[in-house]
């Protein structure tokens, strides 16, 4: 059965964390940079896909009990193309490695994940 979220709640997680970054982006410019660059070194294709670096850091988000990260990662896993399995198996080995707090973090995920890939297949053909 296909999952239907009827809310926004992770796209509205990374909308909150939006004014609290700016403000402290602009007080600490040099390390967002450096974290911005970061970022898109350690995500771009190589020997692994983005695809599956952001289905890595969805599983590690979990782990942190990060919701911003979680938030994110989801949406950069859907954007790479990830199906819903995709994330469910990385989501699984978030649970093999870390126990029962990742059932709670992983369900937190997959309900993200499943936001952020009805809203892409909303914006896409297909």
């Known amino acids: 059965m296909e999952h239907m979220n009827d ?10 964390l939006n004014p ?14 450096g974290f911005a660059e970061m970022q898109t070194a350690a995500l771009a ?3 692994l896909d983005k695809k599956a670096k952001e289905l890595i850091a969805l599983a590690i988000g979990i782990v942190a009990g990060c919701d911003g990260c ?7 896993a859907a954007r790479a193309g990830a ?10 080995v978030s649970i093999q490695m870390h126990g029962g707090p990742a059932t709670i973090y992983g369900a ?3 309900d993200a994940f499943c936001e952020f890939a009805d809203a892409e297949v909303g914006t896409t053909a297909g």
């Open 108 to 110: 937190r995920a997959y």
């Open 45 to 47: 294709s190589g020997a």
């Open 7 to 16: 809310n926004n709640h992770y796209h509205d997680v990374l909308n909150d």
């Open 70 to 76: 979680i938030a994110s990662h989801a949406r950069g």
């Open 20 to 33: 609290q970054h700016r403000a402290l982006r602009q007080m600490i410019p040099e390390v967002y940079r």
């Open 83 to 92: 199906t819903r399995q995709e994330a469910a198996e990385a989501i699984g």
